[in-house]
């Protein structure tokens, strides 16, 4: 924030300019309220009604929202939070990791730079491309699945192994492609924040460098930490192409109920298919409000 | 600067450099985390390199070499159409987002702190409304009176740009307070006025060209997530790159693989410009949600 904000919002309100229209100022930002209002807000309010209405009769009721327990429904939300939950633990684990080893474990700087600009274009490579790039390495005639058959005998696609890349294995092997490069995005900021004086002080004092990590930088680093993995969880349960082209809705996914619910052919039901989206706007704004405030937490102590 | 997937304070590059012991230190002591580094960097390359070499060598595997490129590039309509197509439409939505952001933030920042919170909460909200449930919010609300624009191929035309206007408010929104942030609005503002230039002038001729590296940042950003973008396209039927590449998958072989190729260089492109853009201005490098 910069000193003139600080300072602002410290007085409590703008200083008095001698602007003209002084209490029209606020209508500077109606095109920004407007058009979030008209693209944004409104259209997610309409699904809220609808998910309280009745298919057939539109009449107000509850009935969406208990139609949730259904068996097919809960397995959709278990997989999608399984999935996001597996890929933001992994994701998150190995991008600090590779965050630290290029930061902090000795690799020669230009990995670094190499890393960084890496992380934004992965982190960025996703949707169909990245599917398609994925049938290409672990699919049945994936180079990959074809390097081991030849290479060691070990065929993926075997019923002993039972693996493929169309499953829900796959696609959580998929998604850490784009979750891990974005830990390494935002965590490493955050090492680098980390003072050389914290690590000089702790060493003064005799503490080991296991001892400096397990005392004071990790838990300095916990709320960055934290808030990340449950970005990623935000990231990966809110994505929709990749699972749909990679698996065309083999796997039970909210993303696939919902659409299965709302445009489906056989036995549709729209307004539970609001119900199912605004079950995931809930979980989606609860995932964001805990990285927020983490965030918030986070930046008081590696504030540069 | 709260929430959202955009990467913390100052430029990555300088940090490290200014931290020479912190480097040299694991090394002297422990030669295994050294091993360990090099051991969870080769994954990482791995893990990133192998499904775009298994890509590239998979479009290379018909009898004559470059076939599939040549196919998409010079015999396949479609490509360059839809590619087109998406190009606009990220233009249309890259100029209607700085038309609405810049001046919202800038204000903001003048005039109305205390709206702050309000408007980096509005900002925030395309990361809790997945592109799936929005598309399908345009498409109930857009689909009567007052409004039917889902009625026409101008109206979807409209509702898919509206669509990445507000997708693009969380990147184009921090990018632009960075770009504000690190210029003196107050004492430009006030020099402009007392020479006497309206409003408009203001932001045409100061604002906007003091902080073009931030716009640009921001408009790279929006236009590599517009221009492979699937869900809201495929749902509003728009002749798209996304929707395209996704029906090339299912129908042909080696040429979806040659597309994914050049889809990545466009990605690499765009990313490789906020990083040149980047390493001159204190404008962070960012990332998108999913898709």
């Given at each position: 924030m ?11 309100a ?15 930002v ?25 298919s ?14 259904e ?29 630290y080893?290029?930061?902090?474990g ?16 992965a ?48 696609l959580?092997?998929v ?15 955050a ?7 914290w ?7 005799g ?22 993995t ?5 990231n ?55 990285y ?12 540069s | 600067?709260s929430?959202?997937p ?16 912190q ?8 030669k ?21 070499y298994?890509?590239?060598e ?5 009898k ?20 087109l ?30 709206l ?15 592109p ?22 101008l ?13 693009s ?23 402009a ?17 003091n902080?073009?590296?931030a ?14 973008e ?62």
């Open positions: 910069t000193d003139a904000a600080t300072r602002q919002s410290a007085q409590g703008p200083p008095a300019r001698p602007g003209r229209r002084s209490n029209l100022t606020v209508l500077g109606v095109p920004f309220f407007a058009f979030a209002a008209l693209f944004l807000v409104l259209p997610i309010g309409f699904l809220f009604i609808g998910s309280f209405q009745d057939s009769t539109h009449q107000p009721t509850l009935q969406n929202y208990f139609d949730l327990s068996p097919n429904i809960v397995l959709a939300y278990k997989t999608s939070i399984e999935i996001s939950l597996v890929t933001a633990v992994l994701g998150g684990v190995f991008g600090f990791l590779l965050a080893a290029v930061i902090l000795g690799l020669p700087r230009f990995l670094r730079s190499f890393l960084m600009t890496f992380s934004g274009v982190s960025n490579f996703a949707g169909i491309p990245l599917a398609l790039a994925f049938t290409f390495t672990l699919g049945l005639q994936g180079l990959v699945t074809k390097l081991l058959l030849n290479g060691i005998g070990l065929d993926l696609y075997s019923k002993h192994v039972g693996f493929t890349i169309y499953s829900k294995v796959g959580e092997i998604y850490l492609y784009f979750q891990f490069p974005l830990m390494v995005l935002i965590v490493a900021p090492i680098d924040g980390l003072k050389r004086e690590r000089e002080a702790s060493e003064n004092l503490a080991s460098s296991r001892q400096y990590w397990q005392h004071i930088a990790l838990p300095i680093l916990m709320p960055t930490l934290l808030g990340t449950i970005l990623l969880f935000g990966s349960f809110g994505a929709q192409a990749t699972a749909y082209q990679l698996t065309g809705g083999l796997v039970p996914l909210v993303t696939n109920a919902i659409t299965a619910q709302i445009s489906g052919d056989v036995f549709h039901n729209v307004n539970l298919g609001y119900a199912l989206a605004m079950g995931m706007v809930v979980i989606m704004a609860i995932s964001i409000t805990g927020s405030l983490l965030q918030r937490r986070s930046e008081r102590w590696l504030r | 600067m929430g959202g955009s990467v913390g304070p100052g430029t990555p590059d300088p940090a490290a450099a200014t931290k020479p012991s480097m040299r230190r694991p090394r002297q002591r422990l295994p985390s050294l091993v360990f580094s090099w051991f969870v960097f080769i994954v990482g390359v791995l893990y990133f390199a192998l499904p775009l298994a890509t590239l998979f479009s290379l595997r018909t004559v070499p470059f076939v599939a490129y040549r196919n998409v590039l010079f015999k396949d309509p479609q490509f360059s159409a839809t590619l197509y998406s190009f606009a439409v990220g233009v249309i939505t890259i100029v209607v987002s700085l038309l609405i952001i810049v001046p919202t933030a800038y204000w903001v920042r003048l005039r109305l702190p205390r702050r919170p309000f408007v980096e909460f509005v900002t925030l909200l395309p990361f809790v409304v997945p799936l449930i929005l598309v399908f919010g345009l498409l109930r609300a857009y689909n009567g009176q007052p409004l039917p624009l889902t009625h026409s191929e109206g979807l035309n409209v509702l898919i740009v509206a669509a990445y206007v507000v997708l408010f969380p990147y184009m929104y921090r990018a632009v307070d960075a770009g504000l942030q690190a210029i003196d609005i107050r004492s430009l503002t006030e020099a006025q007392s020479m006497g230039a309206g409003w408009t002038r203001i932001l045409l001729t100061i604002i906007f060209p902080i073009r590296v716009l640009l940042s921001g408009s790279f950003l929006t236009l590599a997530i517009v221009i492979g699937y869900t809201i396209a495929s749902f509003l039927v728009r002749p798209a790159f996304g929707p395209y590449l996704a029906l090339l998958g299912r129908d042909k072989a080696f040429e979806p693989a040659a597309v994914t190729i050049i889809s990545f260089g466009l990605t690499w492109l765009a990313m490789g410009m906020i990083a040149f853009l980047g390493r001159s201005s204190r404008s962070r490098v960012q990332v998108a949600g999913a898709r």
